[in-house]
T-cell receptor, first 115, second 113 residues
Framework: KAGVTQTPRYLIKTRGQQVTLSCSPISGHRSVSWYQQTPGQGLQFLFE???????NKGNFPGRFSGRQFSNSRSEMNVSTLELGDSALYLCASSATGGLSSYEQYFGPGTRLTVT | DQQVKQNSPSLSVQEGRISILNCDYT??????FLWYKKYPAEGPTFLISISSIKDKNEDGRFTVFLNKSAKHLSLHIVPSQPGDSAVYFC????????????FGKGTHLIIQP
């Protein structure tokens, strides 16, 4: 079974621009979560989508948004980029139901650099 | 205030010996605990997990121990191998998943030949 894929792998943007990142979950997984990893804050939860609906949201400003499509693929958007948004953005998918839904499988991440 | 703490930023162990990675948490309501391994430029890889109703779970060379009264989790790797050199993250999940997975800051394990 193919793993979680994320595109693009690397991105350089300028302050004030917006960016869209894409994630394709493991086949059959309907839950997709997004995380931000920075050296200072570690891995922090952004939001989770399930069946095209945002189910949970972390403590991030409204500039961070996402959506999920009917095929479970997800996109994350960051508007009005700030230097502090430079980070590794990770997508994770999980199965539904039972304890296995707690186990999230991560993609390789998108490295975003804001200049 | 960190809910999940990994107090050792790094740990060096000789090949063949036991590696013990530790994690402390603050909220007794957490009900599922996981360990992830991460190599540079890759996403975290799920290693092993344990539910709050158990105190031990084994998978090959990896064993996770949960001490609920102490709010302490540990990962034992035995024997340690060079490929185990990576950053290890402890993560917790509370019912409903409102905060997703909450991660510790990680411990960099270095296996010395």
């Amino acid at each position: 079974k193919a793993g979680v894929t994320q595109t693009p792998r690397y991105l350089i943007k300028t302050r004030g621009q917006q960016v869209t990142l894409s994630c394709s979950p493991i086949s059959g997984h309907r839950s997709v979560s997004w995380y931000q990893q920075t050296p200072g804050q570690g891995l922090q939860f952004l939001f989770e989508y399930f069946s095209e609906t945002q189910r949970n949201k972390g403590n991030f400003p409204g500039r961070f948004s996402g959506r999920q499509f009917s095929n479970s693929r997800s996109e994350m958007n960051v508007s009005t980029l700030e230097l502090g948004d430079s980070a590794l953005y990770l997508c994770a998918s999980s199965a539904t139901g039972g304890l296995s839904s707690y186990e999230q499988y991560f993609g390789p991440g998108t490295r975003l650099t804001v200049t | 205030d960190q809910q999940v703490k990994q107090n050792s930023p790094s740990l060096s162990v000789q090949e063949g010996r036991i590696s013990i990675l530790n994690c402390d948490y603050t909220n007794s309501m957490f009900d599922y605990f996981l360990w992830y391994k991460k190599y540079p430029a890759e996403g975290p890889t799920f290693l092993i997990s344990i539910s709050s109703i158990k105190d031990k779970n084994e998978d090959g060379r990896f064993t996770v121990f949960l001490n609920k009264s102490a709010k302490h989790l540990s990962l034992h790797i035995v024997p340690s191998q060079p490929g185990d050199s990576a950053v290890y993250f402890c993560a917790v999940y509370s019912g409903g998943g409102a905060d997703g997975l909450t991660f510790g800051k990680g411990t960099h394990l270095i296996i010395q030949p």
